[in-house]
């Protein structure tokens, strides 16, 4: 399932913060990572900060140590 979330500072896995930030996912998977241009159709608030990790080469997204 396709889905988009959106927080207040989403820290990449290279330690790069990105204030007001997007992240697409593809299930648990990260497909793209991306600053909040205004208002975007479909895409969920949760606040707070996403950190993003990479495993075996595949980025997954943690709210709060829980992976998204």
């Given amino acids: 399932m396709k889905r988009q979330v ?6 990449t896995s290279d330690n ?3 204030k007001l930030g997007v992240v697409e996912l ?3 998977i990260v497909t793209r990572v991306c600053s909040l ?3 975007q ?8 900060t ?6 075996d080469g595949v980025m997954h997204a943690y ?6």
């Fill in 6 to 11: 959106a927080a207040n500072r989403i820290i």
């Fill in 37 to 39: 241009q205004g208002e």
């Fill in 63 to 68: 709210k709060d140590n829980k992976m998204i």
């Fill in 41 to 48: 159709p479909f895409t969920e608030w949760i606040g707070g």
């Fill in 50 to 55: 996403i950190t993003i990790k990479t495993a």
């Fill in 16 to 18: 790069t913060e990105i």
């Fill in 26 to 28: 593809d299930d648990t």
